[in-house]
């Protein structure tokens, strides 16, 4: 099965550079038009499903999710017309057609919204869904069973003693995000046996505060 590196940054919220040069992992920003594309609970499931899990059809996703095949199919065609999927060449019949994620880091900037409000109703919804899709990661993973070298491994942390300015964050998310390059597999890599998938999620926002009583 061909592994994709897809990485999801929301540039604004998470504002992470762009790939170092000559990495050779293509970069999408969502413009407007993608935006609208994208912004639908199901669409955004179907994309993640496809992500974590490689190419797929309709009918087999149809089944994990518990959606009409019909209604999978219509979403899926228009992930590909928006150029977030495409088919599997070779792969499926006429009847039966695999899908997989076009191979890209994707990059929304919610400052390109800030005058669009045509697009404000779809940013909204596909920020909320981002955020609520990272909580039930986290929660579903610290509710399942693992043995105690993984339990060992995993780390949910927090750090609230920092003051920053805008340019200190932005630096931080930079250095942040470099580690985490440096971990990313290449895509012809031969995966160790004992590897799992791993998710990593980097949270950094300002909280306005409220000072003492």
Not at 32 to 54: E, Q, S, Y
Not at 69 to 94: D, K, M, P, Q, Y
Not at 102 to 131: I, K
Request: hydrophobic share 40%; charged share 30%.
């Amino acid at each position: 099965m061909q592994r994709v590196l897809c990485i999801c940054t929301l540039a604004g919220m998470i504002d992470a550079p762009e790939p170092a040069a000559g990495s050779g992992r293509p970069v999408r920003v969502i413009d407007a038009r993608g935006l609208r594309g994208l912004a639908h609970p199901l669409r955004m499931r179907l994309l993640d499903l496809l992500r974590l899990d490689g190419p797929a059809t309709s009918a087999g996703l149809s089944e994990r999710l518990g959606e009409k095949t019909g209604t999978v199919s219509w979403h899926l065609r228009h992930l590909a017309e928006h150029g977030f999927i495409e088919e599997e060449a070779g792969r499926g019949t006429r009847r039966e057609r695999w899908w997989r994620v076009v191979a890209s880091r994707t990059v929304l900037n919610t400052a390109d919204f800030r005058e669009d409000p045509d697009s404000r109703d779809a940013l909204s919804l596909y920020v909320d869904e981002l955020v609520q899709r990272h909580f039930r990661r986290v929660a579903e993973s610290v509710g399942e069973e693992w043995d105690d070298r993984w339990r060992g491994a995993r780390a949910i942390s927090e750090w609230t003693e920092m003051r920053m300015t805008p340019a200190q964050l932005h630096a931080l998310n930079e250095e942040l995000a470099a580690v985490v390059e440096r971990h990313v597999p290449a895509p012809d890599a031969e995966p160790d046996p004992e590897a799992l998938p791993v998710i990593v999620q980097i949270q950094s926002f300002p909280r306005k505060g409220h000072g003492g009583e």
